[in-house]
């Protein structure tokens, strides 16, 4: 898949987020939950319905034997989970849309490949370390804080729309081979906390942020998702982040072109999205975006043109004359005090 393609995709997963279910409507649920959750009946995971949903017959770990590796569960309302201590071979399972506030009965799953949790009630991503876990989900959950997701082969995580208000208890030395990080519509203030050298992609839409910390130590890091934050200073970024190329700022306060020019630092960066942000308002923002990173290819949805590229270079060397005129009337003037 080529670049372009790349960004397209990107920008395609930005469009469904599910706008609906971010901080306004977290809060309203916050009144009471407690209270309604109690009122969903007891429904056990049964023997029954694990028949009826577990499939793929593969072989063991050992090689000795097969057994079914995938469960899929979503959308049954249960509550327990603990008949799953003893389905020991398990690699694929889906929990989702159900009443869970538990999945400690996963710890026994030591196979397990794939992990999705989305829309339950849990508290908690916590599990013991899980050796083979490489993507974890627990979207649209009550989840405070990022704990007991250190595992070894983790390669994406997602913890969207959860009640997240800090980036913390990501164990780097764990969590080395991990390249996505999604943490859309928590309740984060800042990007402050993550020290993850190897992460790729980390899309971090429809939070509370005005503060980018700590980016100089994402290294690697490729694909920036900030949609719908409070950003009204691109202070932050640094030639650390050599491999970035793609920023989505959609939807923030950045009220002066100028901030573009703190971007300058980034020599792989090809395209942003500025749209929805108030200097969006300024006519002459396209172009004037482009005389401050010449090698930015796209704005928006919009490639750059030749034609725009020749009206930026003309416009940047016009102002370059401008300022090397000045500086000769200031030294002309300098000069005229000192014979004085």
Known sequence: MSDEENFEAEEAEEEQEPEETGEEELGKEEQ????????????????????ESISLLCKTGDGLAHAYVRLDIHDKEITDISILNSYIH????????????????????????????????LASARLEEMPYLQV???NQNKIKAIDGVNHPLLEHLSMSFNEIHQISGLDPSKLNRLHTLE???????????????????????????????????????TTLHLRDNQIGSLDGFSDCNKQLQYINLRGNNLASIKETKKLQCLPKLRAIVLSENPCEDDETCRIEVLVNLRRLERLDKEEYTDDDREEAEQLAEQRKQEELANEGEEVIDEDGDADG
């Open 90 to 121: 398990l690699r694929y399972v889906d929990l989702t849309k159900n009443n869970l506030k538990d999945i400690s009965p996963l710890n026994s799953l030591t196979h397990l490949l794939t992990l999705k949790a989305d829309t339950n009630h």
């Open 136 to 138: 974890a989900s627990f």
């Open 183 to 221: 943490l859309r519509g928590n309740k984060l203030t800042s990007t402050a906390g993550l020290y993850l050298p190897n992460l790729k992609n980390l899309f971090l839409g429809a939070n509370l942020i005005s503060s980018l910390e700590g980016l100089e130590r994402l290294e690697h890091l």
């Open 32 to 51: 009471g939950e407690e209270e309604e959750e109690e009122k969903f009946p007891e429904i056990p995971l049964t023997e029954e319905i694990v028949s």
